[in-house]
């Protein structure tokens, strides 16, 4: 039974505007126990979106979440609050995520006073600070408030919030993309190493390519909602199937930020820009910038086939013989 499955998945939101946005479609795919799942694409592709349906912080409009093989079930309060307890999340911006009034100690102490005030407060705040020892923050710190850290020190302190609770998973949504890239490789070491310690089954989100390999198992590429390819990480970046992937490994960033804001510039001259999630195009969705794009791409959506064991691409032209 995998730790996590989304089915069929499908959001649609309702703006002011009166118009509808279709922020996933049809999502379906399973993450084992001690699985980190990497998920990337460009930001509006719906992968924040997936974070929170998973998260149960939007509602789906068609499709359930499974964990550890039950369909989760919002009128069901006991398994909500099991649920609520052992999924866990780790949001972009670190200090946005922190509450500014409360010290690093008090903010780590927090779920756990709310979750498991059976462990008592002399408890819960010695566990606090072993959280805090483990990511890298030394005791005299724990008394201070989040403005007095770094972005990478913040980060770390949700990190530290986030396994309070001994979570079994972990949603991490881009967790070091507002961070400097010296220390992004830091951050996301850290993370490698906690979910060996606690097992734990990761869902990391990232629009970088780069920043997933070196952690995750499998790689689930994301396009306008859609999925368009599911694979072993190593064969992914050898062998990329989808033409989105391709275009996605083609456009890994420089680490100068002028350079890649020119390359950046170029890529999307070059390949089109991403399609308003608003409109999107018919058939393949990605047809308006696919290279290889014939006329049964504007016309069918191609279905996420399982074209070699593992390896799912959503595309007409793969075959099972790639
Ligand atoms: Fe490109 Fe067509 Fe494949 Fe879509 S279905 S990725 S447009 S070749
Ligand atoms: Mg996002």
């Known amino acids: ?10 959001v649609r ?10 922020a996933l479609t049809d999502v379906s795919f399973s993450v084992p126990a001690g699985e980190t799942l990497g998920i990337v ?6 992968k924040s979106t997936l974070a929170r349906a998973i998260l149960q912080l939007v509602t789906p409009t068609q499709g359930t979440v499974e964990w550890q093989g039950n369909t989760l079930n919002p009128h069901d309060k006991a398994s909500m609050k099991a649920y609520r307890r052992a999924v866990q999340c780790i949001f972009q911006d670190p200090l946005d995520a922190l509450n500014p009034r409360m010290t690093v100690g008090d903010i780590v102490q927090e779920p756990l006073l709310a979750l498991r005030p059976e462990l008592g407060k002399a408890a819960i705040r010695q566990r606090a600070a072993d959280l805090l020892q483990a990511v890298g923050l030394e005791s005299g710190m724990h008394n201070r408030y989040p ?6 020190q913040c980060q770390r302190i949700g990190i530290a919030r986030a396994l309070s609770v001994e979570p079994q998973v972990i949603v991490c949504d881009e967790p070091v993309s507002a961070l400097d890239v010296s220390i992004q490789g830091q951050v996301v070491k850290l993370l490698a190493a906690l979910q060996r310690d606690h097992h734990l089954t990761l869902l990391f989100i990232s629009h970088d390519l780069r920043v997933v390999r070196n952690l995750s198992q499998r790689v689930l ?3 306008l909602g859609r999925i368009m390819e599911i694979a072993d990480t190593a064969r992914l970046y050898a062998e990329p199937l989808h033409p989105y992937t391709r275009l996605l490994l083609a456009a890994i960033p420089l680490t100068d930020p002028q350079q890649e804001r020119e390359r950046l510039a170029q890529i999307r001259v070059g390949a089109g820009e991403l399609p308003s999630p608003l409109n999107p195009p018919s058939g393949c969705v990605f047809h308006t910038r696919c290279p290889q794009a014939e006329a049964k791409c504007r016309a069918q959506v191609p279905a996420l086939r399982e074209v070699a064991q593992g390896r799912w691409v959503a595309c007409h032209f793969q075959d099972s013989d790639q």
């Open 221 to 223: 590429v994301l396009y």
């Open 13 to 22: 939101f309702r703006l002011k505007t009166g118009q509808a946005l279709q």
């Open 1 to 10: 039974v995998p730790q996590l499955a989304v089915c069929n998945l499908s």
């Open 147 to 152: 403005h007095e850290f770094s972005g990478g």
């Open 41 to 46: 694409g460009e930001s509006g592709c719906g």
